[in-house]
């Protein structure tokens, strides 16, 4: 979950390092630091945000540098704490958890190594430090040295009299840039826009090292090995704020377009495109003819999402669905299914958690695997034997918005393919449906233009210290969604339950300081939701309603209404979650906390 970016230039490379951490601050921002060869070894570090650091090292200049910016992990967020480490004459930054850190500090305190932090990632600066006694090679003491750790990492250190930094990844991101003044790393290509889009992801255990004059990567024994450059299609601008005052409002209001992007493949409204397996990669007609169940693993939001697909799965496929956390699936004792879809869904696709849980799956002989992503070089998307890359762009608020969209997109159209499978799907339906997701963009943004009644609902909302959030069928998902929005940049404290749970138990929570937020869609289960919506009046609580523009409820005393512009269907989650996004984003707004970067989180979750 920090943020590495090193370099090794013909240029001062200052100003590279401080903008490629602002731009992996949403990785994140406990404390930041970096350290130069000038050519003696230099260390600057701060607690907080990045600028705190861009302040210290204004009129530095070095050619030689790493730097990285932290969520903390192991110790509070400090000086003593912060990355990087050194050890004798060489610094390095870390990115994961090192699981036996404590087993090879005893061994190293028992050598002589005093340790001034709290950190794992220090026991690593050690550990390298002592390889490099009987390995004078910087390179090959670093591959000697990882070899020993358990865990996540990815490092980059350099050491002073040397010209290269040695970097090795396993279990956490790390892409090399090749440009035209010079060599980098960084944990995201977002990093390195300012200085190449020539971009090499390392793979799972590989040790690199750059330098002036190239790059070289071997395998964990030694071995060359040689990774594909890719020219990166990420723009600029697509990672800059632009008019909006935030990341988080600026990727609410992306979500027309990310959405039009990521239904691009099935060509305009007179297009002949239907729905075809071979959306998900070349095999899934075969692989999927073979499906008879579906499993999902996911984290948070993603998560969410699963939760809507399994309505959409079993009523359109008539197949079943499980939804699991991931952090928790591979911890439990599981029934594999070979003939089962395990499909895995993460925006960043370096979710730990969720890529242990399909690793775990694959272990059990379930191969059928689907990445649902919107990262194509990613982790995740290379263990699955299929695909599904949501066109979302960099997503940099650490609250997920248009990520979340376009993955129900994504599941709605895996929905609609496997009912096409199960001979569930006549071509009328296929055709309204393809009509409906053609429709959708246009649909997000008239519920866009509902943002000021929004706003004024969030002016009297913002000053609750808790809410409750009710939604059913495929609705309930989103009254989660929208419970985790508003805690995780609000700080309001929020549970999404379903609608008929009411009565079990949060009912006893409910008066006039618990508002409750009802996702109220003109469907079939509208009239039960009417009685829930009694049941909190009799109790003294103020209701806050997301109805349709034809649904037949009606504004009265502690009872607020906003009508979305049309009923959609089972698409109907897209619209009604962006309408929530909007509420908690201006709750936070009125709060006064800082949106894109909420306190205690960050945004791709790379260690476990």
Not at 107 to 121: E, N, P
Not at 168 to 178: E, K, T, V
Not at 308 to 334: D, M, P
Request: glycine share 8%.
């Amino acid at each position: 979950m920090c943020g590495i970016v090193a370099a090794v230039a013909d240029r001062n490379i200052v100003p590279v390092l401080i903008e490629g951490l602002r731009k992996l601050e949403y990785r994140g921002y406990d404390s930041a630091g970096l350290a130069l060869l000038t050519p003696e070894l230099k260390r600057l570090r701060s607690i907080g945000r990045v600028n705190e650091l861009a302040t210290q090292a204004e009129g530095m200049n070095a050619a030689q540098g790493i730097a990285h910016t932290r969520w903390a992990t192991h110790g509070v967020p400090s000086e003593r704490n912060a990355h990087p480490h050194v050890s004798g004459g060489l610094a390095l930054v870390h990115n994961g958890i090192i699981e036996n850190y404590a087993e090879i500090r005893q061994r190293l305190v028992a050598k002589g190594y005093a340790f001034v932090s709290d950190t794992d990632t220090e026991t690593i600066a050690h550990l390298v430090e002592d390889t490099l006694k009987t390995t004078p090679d910087l390179f090959a003491a670093v591959r000697i040295a990882t070899g020993q750790l358990q865990g996540a990492y990815a490092i980059a250190v350099l050491r002073e009299g040397h010209g290269q930094i040695v970097l090795a990844r396993h279990g956490a991101p790390l892409l090399l840039g090749i440009g035209a003044e010079g060599h980098y790393a960084a944990s995201d290509a977002s990093a390195l826009l300012q200085v190449t889009r020539t971009m090499i992801y390392l793979e799972d255990g590989d040790i690199a090292e750059i330098s002036r004059g190239g790059i070289r990567i071997v395998t964990p024994d030694g071995t060359p090995a040689s990774r594909p450059s890719h020219e990166s299609s990420l723009s600029t601008d697509a990672v800059e704020l632009g008019p909006y005052r935030h990341f988080m409002q600026k990727e609410i209001f992306e979500q027309p377009a990310a959405l039009a992007n990521t239904l691009e493949m099935l060509g305009g409204a007179d297009s002949s495109q239907t729905i075809s397996p071979h959306l998900f990669g070349a095999a899934a007609p075969e692989l999927l003819g073979r499906v008879d169940s579906v499993l999902i693993l996911a984290c948070g939001t993603s998560y969410h999402s699963g939760l809507v697909a399994r309505y959409w799965i079993e009523q359109l496929a008539g197949i079943s669905c499980n939804v699991e956390i991931a952090s928790e699936y591979r911890y439990r004792v599981s029934v594999p299914n070979p003939d089962q879809l395990v499909v895995a869904i993460s925006q960043s696709g370096e979710t730990a958690d969720t890529l242990a849980a399909i690793k775990h799956a694959k272990s059990m002989g379930m191969g059928t695997t689907l990445a649902i992503c919107n990262v194509a070089e990613s982790a995740l998307v290379r263990e699955c034997a299929l695909r599904f890359l949501t066109r979302a762009g960099p997503e940099i608020g650490v609250a997920s918005t248009k990520a979340f969209t376009t993955q129900l997109v994504a599941l709605f159209l895996l929905a609609a393919t496997l009912a096409k499978q199960m001979d569930r799907l006549t071509a009328a339906d296929e055709a309204r449906e393809l009509a409906a997701l053609r429709h959708l963009p246009v649909a997000v943004q008239k519920v866009l233009e509902l943002e000021p009644h929004i706003e004024s609902w969030a002016q009297r909302f913002a000053m609750k210290q808790h809410a409750l959030f009710l939604g059913r069928g495929h609705h309930f998902p989103i009254a989660l969604e929208g419970a985790l929005k508003l805690k995780e940049i609000s700080y309001i404290h929020a549970e999404g339950y379903p609608a008929g749970e009411l009565k079990h138990g949060p009912l006893a929570l409910v008066d006039k300081d618990m508002p409750v937020i009802l996702v109220a869609p003109n469907d079939s289960l509208l009239e039960k939701l009417k009685s829930n919506m009694q049941e909190v009046k009799a109790r003294g609580g103020e209701l806050y309603v997301f109805a349709d523009a034809d649904s037949a409820v009606e504004e009265s005393t502690g009872v607020q209404i906003l009508r979305l512009p049309e009923h959609y269907g089972l698409l109907s989650p897209v619209l009604h979650v962006v309408a929530l996004q909007l509420m908690a984003y201006h709750a936070a707004l009125v709060k006064g906390t800082d949106v894109d970067k909420p306190r205690n989180l960050a945004k791709s979750v790379t260690v476990e």
